[in-house]
């Protein structure tokens, strides 16, 4: 019960953590190329279209990039569980000892361990469960998973990417762009850092300014690089 | 013993990983900007710029991500620890209940279950650990390993990045750069996606073709759009 409700609620945030995760990156990376170009160029049509082309290459990578982490992730889980099942069947007598083993690391008895090992070992799927997750830490991985975050995160970050470019597609040139988006993403980067904390256990005010700062510092830094370019 | 020399492995391969994933993201997301900035815009040193601006941005957003995200996971892990250790010194009979259902869910029987619980609340420390391990499924993060990681990842991405970026320095248009750019990266990509996957346990060659696919469908993908709005 307990378990299966903590599930639930990761269930739930995990969406919510892709989308913050989507979000924060396409605000600051975007932000920060924008303000170095800012620096460095005297039209507002080049930050755009450097802007667009990094969003599109950003959200690809980043979505494209974890739908193929996700798949590797369930591949993965299911050789070991393919071996952990061939293991129990072929080294019986080893794959035991290694349960006691896990056990005796938190100093339980060997008698009880013996007990252990011979419960567990009379249901061959329990076995390879526990097998799985205690002894190699590998948790179940959700089969729709990968695709459902390569989307969330993609998107995410187009959004979240559009908007320190905005500005610069209504103002007369770059410095006057900059300044708004300045604005703009800031102010963003303070809102998602407070609910990417909150939604990871953490001090919410502490952390938007934490996810505030990475934003401002890569972009300050972006802009001072890109001025001595010029 | 077993456990060990599983988790030596782990450290030495983390380290790996991290140049991997720096030097991949650093290779894919500035070379599809320069590629996009190919096709809108006729100078070299507008690309360099943005590449540059893109590269401080991403080894920052990137770096410094990582080193917070870190530190967040070694903060939760702490108040967490905090919380099973109070737990046990007041609510000791709920704490027994939650180590009999981790049991319960793998079948073993009632009596063993009590015994487990009994023998393990004997040794609070051991207790308090399993506890982390098994209810809660946390690992202890090496305190050190944040610092580390972000500033591996950050130098791989610059490293990474300067590959796709450095042919615009010696050739005199765009179009000429982007056809050194793409020989060097999609070789890069093809030779790091090849180690990423040997890393991660993965069929290499495979694995290879899957980060090269990602690059090339970034870059083509900012290419075009970048194309459409000139």
Known sequence: MHDH???EHLGSSEFITDIVIGMSDGLTVPFALAAGLSGAVSTNDIVVTAGIAEIVAGSIAMGLGGYLAGRTEIEHYDSELKREYDEVERVPEREKQEVKEVFAEYGLSPHLQDEIAEELSKNKEKWVNFMMKFEL?????????ATKSAITIGVAYIIGGLIPLSPYFFTSNPI???QYSCIATLV???V???FKSKVTGQPPVFGAFKVTAIG???AAA???VAKLLE
Not at 137 to 145: A, H, Y
């Open 5 to 7: 409700h903590q599930e």
């Open 137 to 145: 830490g590998l948790e179940k991985p959700d089969p729709n998973r």
């Open 176 to 178: 006057s762009g900059l």
């Open 188 to 190: 963003c980067l303070f």
């Open 192 to 194: 998602f850092g407070y």
């Open 216 to 218: 401002a510092v890569a």
């Open 222 to 224: 972006a802009f001072f």
